[in-house]
T-cell receptor, first 114, second 114 residues
């Protein structure tokens, strides 16, 4: 079946540091890929998405590129802020046969210190 | 404002009691979903519904039940058969049909059973 693997956390960085959170996936078809963010005590918010190979999703300084050859969708940000502290989830859709059902990774806790 | 409402935010129950979690959306979405989140883990799909009066089991449906009598509402009942019900429950909705659409999440309900 489909699966998503994220780098283990927690990740702790200083403000203005470079961020990479690795995400790889296993899928039988051609999934769409997503990054969601969860702030403490809240639901998930969509951060960015990519629907086909080589697409780059971007939002709020975060970027991720859909790499079919390496089955990866790594999240990057050039300069993190304290307000970026949250849990980040990589997810994939299971395609049209299952509607918009998502498979999530385990999440990566990010803490940014001033 | 369009969005997803979950109530209550915190819920406490005694072991052996059934409890129903509310989820309402005014986004005019056809599809709705229930997830369970445990500390340090990703989201696991409990049930989902792509249209009124129809729903499917997710990966961990045992001990849960749902109904979808209205497009706007998708309540989840945690029954006494659920062996470990204490968790954070998240409801989501999305457009359905051809293509892949991101899911929009509610703020969640934290259920504690003692």
């Amino acid at each position: 079946g489909n699966s998503v693997t994220q780098m283990e956390g927690p990740v702790t960085l200083s403000e203005e540091a470079f961020l990479t959170i690795n995400c790889t996936y296993t899928a039988t078809g051609y999934p769409s890929l997503f990054w969601y963010v969860q702030y403490p005590g809240e639901g998930l918010q969509l951060l960015l998405k990519a629907t086909k190979a080589d697409d780059k999703g971007s939002n709020k300084g975060f970027e991720a590129t859909y790499r079919k050859e390496t089955t990866s969708f790594h999240l990057e940000k050039g300069s993190v802020q304290v307000s970026d502290s949250a849990v980040y989830f990589c997810a994939l859709s299971e395609g049209e046969t299952s509607g918009s059902r998502l498979t999530f990774g385990e999440g990566t806790q990010l803490t940014v210190n001033p | 404002d369009g969005g997803i409402t979950q109530s209550p935010k915190y819920l406490f129950r005694k072991e052996g009691q059934n409890v129903t979690l509310s989820c309402e959306q005014n986004l005019n979405h056809d599809a709705m979903y229930w997830y369970r989140q445990d500390p340090g883990q990703g989201l696991r799909l409990i049930y989902y519904s792509q249209i009124v009066n129809d729903f499917q089991k997710g990966d961990i449906a045992e001990g849960y039940s749902v109904s979808r009598e209205k497009k706007e509402s998708f309540p989840l009942t945690v029954t006494s058969a659920q062996k470990n019900p204490t968790a954070f429950y998240l409801c989501a909705s999305s457009t359905s049909g051809q293509g892949t659409y991101e899911q929009y999440f509610g703020p969640g309900t934290r259920l504690t059973v003692t």
